[in-house]
């Protein structure tokens, strides 16, 4: 082993296409990308490997930056004893997802930071997540870890090949009691329920304890459970939870949007940062219950959340980035998003500062506790309740939107947290289609001309046919093929937009990509791999060699129940049985992996629930207001996975059989089939609605 660190070679990540990489060239350490470079130069040396692995929205990835590796003592030890190599987790979610798991496997906790030790091959032989340069927090110093482990290395090799041995035999034993036995789609259905409803916090709605995380696959779960079994409490329970997530601080209650997760029970105070990924499913969910339960509040989020999107995430040319982090300085923990009495006071007059502290809480379970004088804003009270005794009691709805109107000014004013503008495909695809379906729902072309844009930016500079999508999409192109996930979201996103324009190209596209999918992602029991050995360009190093697949929730949808989505859309889409087919056998071995994972099974009982559904197709005929109140009734309805046509649609859209065009003249009216089953024309939009929410045609005579 080398005695003398090399220079500091930072400059190394001034030109990383990843945010989060450029922030790390100025720290005082010898930062490799991933790549072959740094497992060469650890061969070559005899050295270990630091992996960090991390994103530019994550709190602790940005304290152990600014803290720990900004440490003279932590940079020396690496730079004498270790390569360390720096990954960005939005860039590269192959690496992140074997070495969570390997670390995992050893520790029983994951996250971000995650820290990892690897041999020169690649193994994991030591990990954790966060570690401040000095013992303290009840955790150890990295100075100290770091010591520790150089000298475990040079003097104890037999150790770290235990621990290597030791991770990789856990590894196993998880794959082979996953391998074992079998579960139907009926088993996994009923237990997928069972554990959702017995993980319901009764109190605050949502799922499990503190931390506590949306899951948003969960609620979609509960409202198709309510229809399908015409089970009351699953109605109650999704509902409850959707809108104790909207009044909580969770959701922006000024800008909109929601951040990743609350820390405490009761929504008051989140983890600050706010995820693509989790807006673009939590906007679905919320599109699904303002259609189940006709909610204004949730039509309320459903609106604040596209213009938090647009407004922070949107890219001028088409597409969204991937995140806005939690903090605005070194040190800051939610500055931007909290308020104190007195910025609250500055902003506002004297009654609209009473009714604010009063509606949103102030002073109470929102208080953040570095810092008591700050809080997070949540809905304490009704606007009714807190106007109470002021003089804005006559209109207290029009009150508070004075008071949101100038809170937003007023954070207008101050440094903003820095968005990640990265355009990834996975991200983008689910975009995509929650636009689509919250612009047909709330009759906004302009959201579903923002998924167009979105579909037609990756298709035009970043899809070929024989390869897919490529995961990142930048001024050059696209960059990164083979991706599981890329492929099924953007397929996803691609036909919720097809059905809300009816348009035959974005459709024929999302065919292609699962037809690709199909083809080149199979693995072991015909499950989906999350990279592709023919497509993947990327470089097979370390735990890279070993197959990944994808199946649980995380807690958005997993990608093997996303393509098994897909499939089945496509059936309801194009009448073509076979899609329907390969997702039941995809869902079969899904259900064998997944069928003790309780919540984080959510999707996969969703598609099982869904393959057994037939699809339902309203064709409203005509053209003029009576049919404008037709399309805007069926459109606004819960049908999962249903499609809305004004007038036929083009192929390779298929109707049922027995559904023609109507001639010249003929009046408006509204064709419903359900599978094969067609209801009698439809001119009344509540005989619609009361027809789509029965989720049935008539029984005859």
Same mark, same amino acid.
């Given at each position: 082993?080398?005695?003398?660190?090399?220079?500091?070679?930072?400059?190394?990540?001034?030109?990383?296409?990843?945010?989060?990489?450029?922030?790390?060239?100025?720290q005082?350490i010898?930062?490799?990308?991933?790549?072959?470079?740094?497992?060469?130069?650890?061969?070559?040396?005899?050295?270990?490997?630091?992996?960090?692995?991390?994103?530019?929205? @994550?709190?602790? @990835?940005?304290?152990?930056?600014?803290?720990?590796y900004?440490?003279?003592?932590?940079?020396?030890?690496?730079?004498?004893?270790?390569?360390?190599?720096?990954?960005?987790?939005?860039?590269?979610?192959?690496?992140?997802?074997?070495?969570?798991?390997?670390?995992?496997?050893?520790?029983?906790?994951?996250?971000?930071?995650?820290?990892?030790?690897?041999?020169?091959?690649?193994?994991?032989?030591?990990?954790?997540?966060?570690?401040?340069?000095?013992?303290?927090?009840?955790?150890?110093?990295?100075?100290?870890?770091?010591?520790?482990?150089?000298?475990?290395?040079?003097?104890?090799?037999?150790?770290?090949?235990?621990?290597?041995?030791?991770?990789?035999?856990?590894?196993?034993?998880?794959?082979?009691?996953?391998?074992h #036995?079998?579960?139907?789609?009926?088993?996994?259905?009923?237990?997928v329920?069972?554990?959702v409803?017995?993980?319901?916090?009764?109190?605050?709605? #949502?799922?499990?304890?503190?931390?506590?995380?949306?899951?948003?696959?969960?609620?979609?779960?509960l409202?198709?459970?309510?229809?399908?079994?015409?089970?009351?409490?699953s109605?109650?329970?999704a509902?409850?939870?959707?809108l104790?997530?909207?009044?909580?601080?969770?959701?922006?209650?000024?800008?909109?949007?929601?951040?990743?997760?609350?820390?405490d029970?009761?929504?008051?105070?989140?983890?600050?940062?706010?995820?693509?990924?989790?807006?673009?499913?939590?906007?679905?969910?919320?599109?699904?219950?303002?259609?189940?339960?006709?909610?204004?509040?949730?039509?309320?989020?459903v609106?604040?959340?596209?213009?938090?999107?647009r407004a922070?995430?949107?890219?001028?040319?088409?597409?969204?980035g991937?995140?806005?982090d939690?903090d605005?300085?070194?040190?800051d923990?939610?500055?931007?998003?909290?308020?104190?009495?007195s910025?609250?006071?500055?902003?506002?007059?004297?009654?609209?500062?009473?009714?604010?502290?009063?509606?949103?809480?102030?002073?109470?379970?929102?208080?953040?506790?570095?810092?008591?004088?700050?809080?997070?804003?949540?809905?304490?009270?009704?606007?009714?309740?807190?106007?109470?005794?002021?003089?804005?009691a006559?209109?207290?709805n029009?009150?508070?939107?004075?008071?949101?109107?100038?809170?937003?000014?007023?954070?207008?004013?101050?440094?903003a947290?820095?968005?990640?503008?990265?355009?990834?495909?996975?991200?983008?695809?689910?975009?995509?289609?929650?636009?689509?379906?919250?612009?047909?729902?709330?009759?906004?072309?302009?959201?579903?001309?923002?998924?167009?844009?979105?579909?037609d930016?990756?298709?035009?500079?970043?899809?070929?046919?024989?390869?897919?999508?490529?995961?990142?999409?930048?001024?050059?192109?696209?960059?990164?093929?083979?991706?599981?996930?890329?492929?099924?979201?953007?397929?996803?996103?691609?036909?919720?937009?097809?059905?809300?324009l009816?348009?035959?190209?974005?459709?024929?596209?999302?065919?292609?990509?699962?037809?690709?999918?199909?083809?080149?992602?199979?693995?072991?029991?015909?499950?989906?791999?999350?990279?592709?050995?023919?497509?993947y360009? #990327?470089?097979?190093?370390?735990?890279?060699?070993?197959?990944?697949?994808?199946?649980?929730?995380?807690?958005?949808?997993?990608?093997?129940?996303?393509?098994?989505?897909?499939?089945?859309?496509?059936?309801?889409l194009?009448h073509?049985?076979?899609?329907?087919?390969?997702?039941?056998?995809?869902?079969?071995?899904?259900?064998?992996?997944?069928?003790?994972?309780?919540?984080?099974?959510?999707?996969?009982?969703?598609?099982?629930?869904?393959?057994r559904?037939?699809?339902?197709?309203?064709?409203?005929?005509?053209?003029? !207001?009576?049919?404008?109140?037709?399309?805007?009734?069926?459109?606004?309805?819960w049908?999962?996975?249903?499609?809305?046509?004004?007038?036929? !649609?083009?192929?390779?859209?298929?109707?049922?059989g027995?559904?023609?065009?109507?001639?010249?003249?003929?009046?408006?009216?509204?064709?419903? @089939?359900?599978?094969t089953? @067609?209801?009698?024309?439809?001119?009344?939009?509540?005989?619609?609605?009361?027809?789509?929410?029965?989720?049935?045609?008539?029984?005859? #005579?």
């Open positions: 082993m080398e005695d003398t660190p090399p220079t500091p070679r930072a400059h190394r990540l001034e030109r990383a296409s990843s945010s989060y990489l450029r922030a790390a060239a100025e005082p010898d930062w490799h990308p991933w790549g072959p470079e740094p497992f060469e130069l650890a061969k070559r040396t005899g050295r270990p490997i630091l992996l960090d692995v991390g994103a530019s929205w @994550c709190h602790w @990835c940005h304290v152990m930056d600014e803290g720990t900004a440490d003279a003592e932590v940079a020396r030890l690496l730079g004498q004893h270790f390569i360390a190599v720096k990954v960005d987790r939005d860039e590269n979610p192959e690496v992140d997802r074997r070495y969570q798991r390997q670390v995992g496997a050893l520790t029983g906790e994951g996250g971000w930071p995650l820290t990892a030790f690897l041999t020169p091959d690649g193994d994991v032989f030591l990990g954790g997540t966060y570690f401040p340069p000095t013992d303290g927090h009840g955790r150890p110093g990295f100075r100290r870890v770091l010591s520790e482990v150089a000298r475990l290395w040079t003097e104890e090799p037999e150790r770290i090949r235990e621990n290597s041995q030791a991770i990789q035999g856990a590894l196993e034993r998880m794959r082979s009691a996953r391998a #036995g079998s579960r139907t789609l009926e088993t996994l259905l009923g237990a329920i069972a554990q409803h017995s993980s319901y916090d009764p109190v605050n709605g #949502g799922f499990g304890m503190a931390p506590k995380f949306p899951h948003p696959t969960a609620v979609a779960l409202l198709w459970d309510a229809a399908a079994n015409h089970r009351g409490s109605d109650d329970r509902r409850e939870t959707l104790r997530m909207a009044d909580g601080g969770m959701y922006d209650q000024v800008g909109g949007g929601f951040h990743r997760y609350s820390v029970e009761g929504w008051h105070i989140p983890h600050f940062e706010k995820m693509g990924v989790d807006n673009a499913a939590l906007l679905a969910a919320y599109v699904d219950g303002a259609q189940r339960f006709a909610d204004p509040r949730l039509e309320e989020v609106r604040g959340t596209v213009d938090w999107i922070v995430l949107g890219d001028p040319a088409g597409g969204f991937s995140s806005q939690a605005n300085a070194p040190g923990d939610g500055g931007y998003f909290t308020w104190s009495r910025e609250l006071k500055a902003a506002l007059d004297g009654d609209e500062f009473r009714f604010a502290t009063r509606f949103f809480g102030v002073g109470t379970d929102g208080r953040m506790p570095h810092d008591p004088e700050r809080s997070v804003l949540f809905r304490a009270l009704s606007t009714a309740e807190a106007a109470e005794g002021t003089a804005l006559r209109d207290p029009a009150a508070l939107e004075r008071v949101l109107a100038r809170l937003r000014a007023a954070r207008g004013q101050r440094p947290p820095a968005v990640d503008r990265a355009l990834y495909a996975d991200i983008n695809g689910r975009f995509l289609g929650a636009f689509a379906r919250a612009g047909r729902f709330l009759g906004d072309a302009t959201i579903v001309a923002d998924a167009r844009r979105t579909a930016r990756f298709l035009r500079h970043a899809y070929a046919p024989e390869r897919g999508v490529a995961h990142r999409l930048d001024a050059d192109g696209g960059h990164g093929y083979g991706h599981l996930e890329d492929q099924v979201a953007l397929a996803g996103g691609l036909l919720e937009l097809a059905a809300a009816a348009e035959p190209t974005y459709l024929a596209t999302a065919v292609e990509l699962l037809g690709l999918v199909d083809r080149e992602f199979r693995g072991e029991d015909g499950l989906l791999r999350d990279l592709a050995p023919r497509l360009d #990327g470089p097979a190093l370390g735990a890279l060699s070993e197959p990944s697949y994808p199946l649980e929730d995380s807690p958005h949808l997993s990608a093997n129940s996303a393509a098994a989505l897909a499939f089945l859309r496509v059936a309801g194009t073509q049985d076979e899609w329907r087919t390969k997702a039941v056998h995809l869902l079969g071995p899904v259900a064998t992996r997944v069928g003790h994972s309780g919540l984080f099974a959510a999707g996969a009982a969703l598609a099982a629930g869904l393959s559904a037939e699809p339902v197709t309203v064709i409203v005929e005509g053209t003029g !207001p009576e049919a404008d109140r037709l399309l805007v009734a069926a459109r606004r309805a049908v999962p996975l249903g499609a809305v046509f004004a007038g036929h !649609p083009p192929a390779p859209f298929s109707l049922p027995d559904v023609f065009p109507a001639g010249t003249g003929t009046p408006v009216r509204a064709l419903v @089939c359900f599978g089953a @067609c209801a009698p024309p439809i001119t009344d939009p509540t005989a619609l609605r009361a027809l789509l929410a029965r989720g049935a045609p008539p029984a005859a #005579g």
